[in-house]
């Protein structure tokens, strides 16, 4: 996301209220799950979101992205992030499809 001039204010007012509510998703999923627990860190990065994962993942053994296809055409196909991310990463990649439990199509 690029930051328009003089409007700093209101872009760091959005990156927090994105990052909190990316932290309380993130609680209530580990609440949901149980299990041991597992460390995770969210990091809110500008920038095409395809390139920023890509960076992000040099050091790692293994990307995990989502997709949110909708209806059925778009179960069967990779939205633009995860098929870029797919198409140019350097390791391997695992890509989860949305939790369509109770999904209308």
């Known amino acids: 996301m690029a930051v328009p001039e003089g409007d700093g204010g209101l872009y760091e007012q959005l990156h927090d209220v994105a990052r909190q509510a990316v932290t309380e998703t993130v609680h209530e999923l580990q609440q949901q799950l149980g299990g041991p627990h597992v460390e995770v860190e969210i990091l809110a990065e500008a920038g095409r979101p395809a390139q920023v994962l890509l960076d992000a993942s040099k050091d ?32 391997p990649v695992v890509v989860v499809p949305a939790d369509s439990r109770g999904a209308s199509s």
């Not at 053994?61 to 098929?83: F, I, K, P």
């Open 60 to 91: 790692a053994s293994l990307l995990v992205v989502g997709t949110r296809g909708s209806g059925a055409w778009g179960r069967l196909t990779l939205g633009s992030t995860s098929t870029e991310v797919v198409h140019h990463a350097h390791l």
